[in-house]
């Protein structure tokens, strides 16, 4: 789905009004009982919302949900923030609208507490904010954020702006953000992202046309997008069929990242896995994957090529390889010779990132798959997080590759500059060797006939949500990356199941 900037946004609700046709105030209570179905989800029926309102439609749309939900049998209060000359007029229409037996607070410097209160719903400032939240506003938040028990954004933590801004003010903590129809780009970024906390999106419908038409290089990737990009399998496939993924990873120290790569290439569904790895490193191979194929490397660490290059579909290289002057200039042979799309992480990015001339021989089609620190060696520091977008799009561009720079909604960059924002995962997967299951999943996916954007996004989505089930069973503490495979076995068997096969 499409992530819109603030003034889309408004474009979007102008248009749905003018083109349905649709009242702006019959469109705020559409996203209201939307909002309202979604806190029937998340409270019980013992607690006490209180709604913290602020006066424009952000505010309407908190005042028509606590009349609905009070409606609806939930003990509901408002605490009001300005007076009601001061409010917008559908705003100032869901405020007059509220049932006689609402308990309705004016802002008197704090919040009320249990047992006024067991739950805030933060319903102050919306996407429309321009410019940090000041004044007795930054007040109200900073008091929000200090109530002790769980708070619901609608739409936005109040204070947060919609893209990245260089201006900061305080921002809602919320502990749940109900984002109207798609999340908001900051909501997505390290910077400012920690204040949503579980973010669940709230369709509303606004109008198909605008939003079809709307130009944004932003998109929020959902399960429904991945799937649709699914290959079948043919019945009277065979190993040749899907493909022969190499993988070169490893090295007498950093071995473990080797075995981890090769574990994530067997879960892709390509027909052949085959590692180049030191000679001295095969028997440890052949135990943990013997579906694998080993080419040895009579040295310690990667310095000779595979014999016989043009009988692998796709190359997966730089987990573990270290950085020796040996490794680089055998990752420099392997780059002119292998002239094909690949798939390059870890010290492969880290050896690039020194040398200007390799990176402009990385063939057109690749992936790339850095951490936040790769991914400053390849581009620099930069100032924000919307430099560093503009520094993800110009590298995918420039490179004509795929760049899927890791993290909390990791963002993976095509090469016409659209970013597709992952969300799937867990922080438990802040853990060594999770980057290099994914390299060896996305090399075996290219291999198995995926396209370097599909096999990114498919990769980055199956990875994530194979995180998630590791997290579930063990754990977000326990878990571990040699875990992920596995479960990204069982991601893969529920979204794959009910693609057709071919035959």
């Known amino acids: 789905m499409k992530i819109l900037t603030g003034e889309q946004i408004r474009q979007a609700d102008m248009a749905t009004i003018a083109n349905e046709p649709v009242t702006s105030l019959a469109l705020m209570e559409r ?227 080797a075995i981890l790569c090769v574990g994530g290439a067997l879960r892709s569904g390509c ?53 020796s002057e040996i490794t680089a200039t055998a990752l420099e042979r392997l780059i002119r010779a292998w002239a094909r799309p690949m798939v390059l992480d870890a010290d492969a990015l880290n050896i690039i990132a020194t040398n200007a001339g390799l990176r402009e021989l990385i063939p057109a089609g690749s992936v790339l798959t850095p951490h936040p620190g790769e991914f400053a060696r390849l581009v620099g520091k930069w100032n924000g997080e919307e430099e560093k977008l503009s520094k993800l799009r110009d590298l995918a561009v420039r490179l004509d590759s795929t760049v899927a720079l890791k993290g909390a909604y990791t963002a993976v960059c095509v090469p016409d500059g659209t970013v597709y924002f992952n969300p799937t995962g867990t922080p438990g997967m802040a853990k060594g060797g999770s980057g290099d299951v994914l390299t060896g999943f996305i090399t075996g996916l290219m291999a198995r006939g995926y396209t370097a954007n599909e096999a990114a996004v498919i990769g980055v989505w199956l990875h994530g949500k194979g995180g998630e089930k590791a997290a579930s069973y063990y754990g977000a503490e326990s878990m571990n990356s040699a875990d992920l495979p596995d479960f990204i076995a069982e991601a893969c068997n529920e979204l794959y199941g009910a693609a057709p096969s071919e035959g």
């Open 271 to 323: 027909g052949l896995v085959t590692t180049h790895i030191p000679r001295s490193m095969a028997t440890a191979m052949y135990a943990s994957a013997p579906s694998a194929m080993i080419s040895a490397d009579d040295g310690e660490l990667f310095s000779a090529l595979p014999r016989s290059l043009d009988r692998y579909t796709v190359c997966g290289c730089g987990p573990g390889l270290g950085q």
């Open 31 to 257: 996203a209201a009982e939307a909002i309202a179905r979604e806190i029937c989800d998340i409270i019980s029926e013992e607690d006490r919302l209180l709604f913290v309102t602020g006066k424009g439609n952000n505010g309407g749309d908190g005042l028509a949900v606590a009349r609905i939900l009070h409606n609806a049998g939930f003990h509901c209060s408002v605490m009001m923030l300005y007076p009601a000359g001061e409010l917008s007029d559908d705003c100032r229409f869901n405020f007059e609208r509220l049932p006689g037996d609402i308990t309705v607070y004016d802002w008197a410097g704090s919040i009320p507490a249990e047992p006024c209160a067991t739950v805030v719903v933060d319903a102050i400032l919306g996407t429309g904010l321009k410019g940090p939240a000041s004044g007795e506003t930054a007040d109200v938040i900073e008091a929000v954020n200090h109530f002790d028990g769980p708070v619901i954004s609608i739409d936005i933590p109040s204070g947060m702006p919609t893209e990245p801004s260089s201006e900061t003010g305080p921002v809602v903590r919320a502990d749940i953000t109900l984002t109207i129809e798609f999340p908001k780009l900051s909501m997505l970024l390290p910077a400012t992202g920690d204040r949503c906390g579980e973010i669940r999106i709230v369709p509303i419908d606004l109008d198909p046309v605008f939003m079809a038409r709307a130009e944004s290089p932003y998109r929020y990737v959902t399960q429904e997008f991945v799937a649709s990009m699914l290959r079948g399998r043919p019945k009277f496939g065979h190993k040749g069929t899907f493909g022969h993924a190499l993988i070169i990873s490893g090295s007498a120290e950093l071995f473990g990242a």
